[in-house]
């Protein structure tokens, strides 16, 4: 089963949860796919035995070949290609802005001369490991660099199927959010009680219920704010799987870089507990969709 741990704002204690679940099912595969970020490594502590490099095609332009006849540029989604057609005898230009391009292929792919090939660029890389009996598994975007998502996919790809995988994706409910939720079996979505809380944890409802995965709930500091998630919750019929009280003793561990249970064991059970709920909840067919 893929369970993947996202919520519709930072701060919420998203890497918290994702990390003490796995800690609390042992054998699970850990992934840490919120790669502008990541920081799960403090908590897992692994021992990496792996690197690899992260690379995207980006498009370099033989000016021999070309024509500057524009369509590179007419057909980049993402503005990563201007072509200036020369005038008055001058030669044109084709500037490429390697930061914007999402390797897509596009341009090479269709241009008439077939003056555009591609070539790497290094954007990322991936790490493995493992934590005890967990395997590990974290990607980490290059500083400067603007897209992230060819390093979470690069990332899942060391999935398997047969086996519990938690995925740590990252916050918000844009592209790299969309791409390292995608094929998960359930969504855990954690959230605080609080009006921005309430108000970005509906963003990523309504995510996760256009790309059809079934979710729960999970209320961090759950003993502050007001009531109006657990509200929306009842409201829009979606489990919740687990409050977190507000605890400054829980702070002071997170800062220390040590585990919720490993501070306080009690929450072992609860994240087992929970791990049965989200299978009970699909058999059912009641979890959040």
Same mark, same amino acid.
């Given at each position: 089963?893929?369970?993947?741990?996202?919520?519709?704002?930072?701060?919420?204690?998203?890497?918290?949860?994702?990390?003490?679940?796995?800690?609390?099912?042992?054998? $699970?595969?850990?992934?840490?796919?919120?790669?502008?970020?990541?920081?799960?490594?403090?908590?897992?502590?692994?021992?990496?035995?792996?690197?690899?490099?992260?690379?995207?095609?980006?498009?370099?332009?033989?000016?021999?070949?070309?024509?500057?006849?524009?369509?590179?540029?007419?057909?980049?989604?993402?503005? $990563?290609? $201007?072509? &200036?057609?020369?005038?008055?005898?001058?030669? %044109?230009?084709?500037?490429?802005?390697?930061?914007?391009?999402?390797?897509?292929?596009?341009?090479? !792919?269709?241009?008439?001369?077939?003056?555009?090939?591609?070539?790497?660029?290094?954007?990322?890389?991936?790490?493995?490991?493992?934590? %005890?009996?967990?395997?590990?598994?974290? %990607?980490?975007?290059?500083?400067?660099?603007?897209?992230?998502?060819?390093?979470?996919?690069?990332?899942?790809?060391?999935?398997?199927?047969?086996?519990?995988?938690?995925?740590?994706?990252?916050?918000?409910?844009?592209?790299?959010? &969309?791409?390292?939720?995608?094929?998960?079996?359930?969504?855990?979505?954690?959230?605080?009680?609080?009006?921005? %809380?309430?108000?970005?944890?509906?963003?990523?409802?309504?995510?996760?219920?256009? !790309?059809?995965?079934?979710?729960?709930?999970?209320?961090?500091?759950?003993? &502050?704010?007001?009531?109006?998630?657990?509200?929306?919750?009842?409201?829009?019929?979606?489990?919740?799987?687990?409050?977190?009280?507000?605890?400054?003793?829980?702070?002071?561990?997170?800062?220390?870089?040590?585990?919720?249970?490993?501070?306080?064991?009690?929450?072992?059970?609860?994240? &087992?507990? !929970?791990?049965?709920?989200?299978?009970?909840?699909?058999?059912?067919?009641?979890?959040?969709?």
């Amino acid at each position: 089963m893929i369970i993947s741990v996202a919520s519709g704002k930072g701060g919420t204690g998203k890497t918290t949860v994702a990390v003490n679940l796995a800690l609390a099912l042992k054998d $699970a595969r850990f992934f840490d796919c919120d790669v502008e970020e990541p920081n799960a490594h403090i908590f897992l502590k692994p021992r990496l035995n792996r690197q690899e490099k992260v690379f995207i095609p980006v498009p370099e332009i033989d000016t021999a070949k070309c024509s500057f006849c524009g369509k590179c540029g007419e057909v980049c989604a993402y503005h $990563a290609l $201007a072509v &200036i057609k020369g005038e008055g005898g001058h030669q %044109g230009e084709v500037l490429v802005f390697p930061h914007l391009c999402h390797g897509c292929g596009a341009c090479s !792919m269709l241009c008439p001369q077939g003056a555009i090939r591609e070539v790497n660029k290094e954007i990322g890389t991936v790490e493995s490991g493992s934590a %005890g009996e967990i395997s590990f598994v974290s %990607g980490r975007l290059n500083v400067g660099e603007a897209v992230s998502p060819p390093v979470i996919r690069r990332v899942k790809e060391y999935l398997e199927p047969s086996k519990t995988a938690v995925i740590d994706a990252p916050p918000g409910t844009s592209c790299p959010v &969309i791409c390292a939720v995608k094929g998960s079996d359930f969504c855990i979505l954690v959230t605080e009680p609080t009006p921005f %809380g309430l108000h970005d944890l509906s963003l990523a409802v309504e995510v996760l219920r256009k !790309m059809e995965i079934p979710f729960g709930v999970v209320i961090n500091r759950s003993d &502050i704010g007001d009531g109006k998630v657990e509200d929306y919750c009842a409201k829009e019929n979606i489990p919740v799987l687990m409050r977190i009280p507000f605890s400054r003793e829980i702070a002071e561990a997170y800062a220390r870089g040590i585990s919720l249970i490993s501070a306080f064991p009690d929450f072992k059970g609860k994240f &087992i507990e !929970m791990r049965a709920r989200i299978g009970t909840l699909l058999e059912s067919g009641k979890a959040g969709r």
